[in-house]
């Protein structure tokens, strides 16, 4: 099935997360996107989650590569530098797009690039914008974010595994590189585009109200463990240990949790006796520990099947708390058609994701995991023409890595 960028060609040299992210996105929508590592990888190219079989295969890596081209280049010699500025500047209507997160490298400055190709769309993505490093981990302790996550009872900070700050810029390089795309279809003009995850992380946290919040307020929004911020939601558990999460955002889902908990006289009573309105999602919140004493009974007297199919016929917003192994087992029976196999170099098998995009309905093809350098000669011939002799030359002098085609 064709895919809304097939035809168009991305040169990708970036590593961690966020540059491939973008990458990867715009691999599923059908562009073909060359990935350019150092020879022997990049510092992301063993990092956990790994396969344990000896092979050391990255999951990670080859999970957010896949379906790219893998070429390996000696960038630390002219000959491998000149190879890389060539592909990122390409000549043609669908080349000369470049994504990186280059850091100091002055021969891959956006003037140096520009001089060879002046409408190349170049995204970089960066720590801060002042160019100094920053991770996900790092930018999410600076906006506050761990300082307001956790149980009432904890005095220190709460980091979460998520690295959602990476993956949001990770699709904001695609929607860069898509507008870009778009301006100089129009234009003819190139575009440098700089996002800094530092920036991403601010922009996150300002956009959603949370630091007018604090300025009003004149102190830090208190934790509320597993309670949903601001209207109703809180985890209950359910007579087999099982645990499930019930969120009432609306007064149509609290009508629905009332009405199927059997509970719709209790709340009245409590309305009446505190002059409440729990139709009002602010009056939920306010009274939200009450509201959970007044539902753990029905919960803990239903195990979670039966708790299911009671809420699912009373269209509740609820969802079960499972293990990542209760997700691959449900994948194993066919459950997740966005789920797949991906066969990593080594011999071992990963599960990865489809686009979660669908296109008419389909999510696209997985792709492939690549394999370090091993599209090294390929991409030479294809999109810099050279020959086989002079490919050959380049992997007597070790400017290139991958297998000899």
Not at 228 to 252: I, N, W
Request: net charge negative; aromatic share 6%; proline share 4%.
């Amino acid at each position: 099935m064709a895919r809304p960028l097939d035809g168009l060609r991305v040169v990708e040299c970036a590593s961690f997360v966020a540059g491939p992210t973008g990458g990867m996105t715009l691999a599923q929508l059908g562009a073909s996107v060359i990935r350019i590592d150092p020879i022997g990888g990049g510092p992301d190219h063993g990092r956990w989650p790994a396969a344990h079989d000896g092979t050391g295969d990255s999951y990670y890596w080859a999970s957010l590569n896949k379906g790219k081209q893998s070429v390996t280049v000696d960038m630390r010699s002219d000959e491998g530098r000149e190879l890389v500025l060539a592909l990122a500047t390409a000549p043609g209507d669908d080349r000369g797009v470049l994504v990186d997160n280059v850091v100091g490298r002055r021969w891959m400055a956006n003037e140096a690039l520009v001089a060879r190709r002046p409408d190349l769309i170049h995204v970089r993505v960066q720590g801060y914008a002042d160019g100094r490093p920053a991770v996900d981990y790092t930018v999410n302790a600076e906006v506050g974010i761990p300082g307001i996550t956790g149980s009432e009872e904890g005095a220190t900070p709460v980091n979460h595994v998520l690295p959602a700050w990476d993956l949001v810029t990770g699709l904001s390089v695609s929607t860069a590189v898509l507008a870009a795309l778009y301006q100089r279809s129009r234009t003819g003009a190139g575009v440098y585009s700089e996002i800094a995850l530092a920036d991403v992380a601010l922009a996150g946290v300002a956009n959603l109200g949370w630091l007018s919040e604090a300025e009003e307020a004149g102190h830090e929004r208190p934790r509320h463990g597993n309670h949903v911020y601001g209207s109703f939601g809180v985890d209950f558990a359910c007579s087999d240990g099982d645990r499930v999460m019930v969120v009432a955002l609306t007064p149509g889902q609290w009508s629905a949790l009332v009405s199927v908990t059997g509970t719709g006289e209790v709340f009245a009573a409590l309305e009446q006796a505190l002059g409440a309105d729990l139709t009002d999602e602010t009056e939920r919140y306010r009274l939200r520990d009450t509201i959970a004493a007044v539902l753990k009974p029905w919960f803990l007297a239903r195990d979670s099947a039966t708790v299911e199919e009671e809420l699912n016929r009373a269209r509740v917003l609820w969802g079960r708390y499972q293990g990542m192994t209760d997700v691959v087992t449900a994948h194993r029976a066919g459950a997740h058609p966005l789920l797949a196999d991906l066969a990593l170099p080594g011999g071992a098998t990963g599960i990865t994701a489809r686009s979660p995009l669908r296109w008419n309905g389909d999510h696209g093809d997985v792709g492939r995991a690549p394999q370090l350098g091993a599209d090294t000669d390929q991409v030479l011939s294809e999109v810099l023409g050279l020959g086989e002799a002079e490919i050959g030359g380049l992997h007597d002098r070790s400017v290139v890595g991958g297998k000899r085609g």
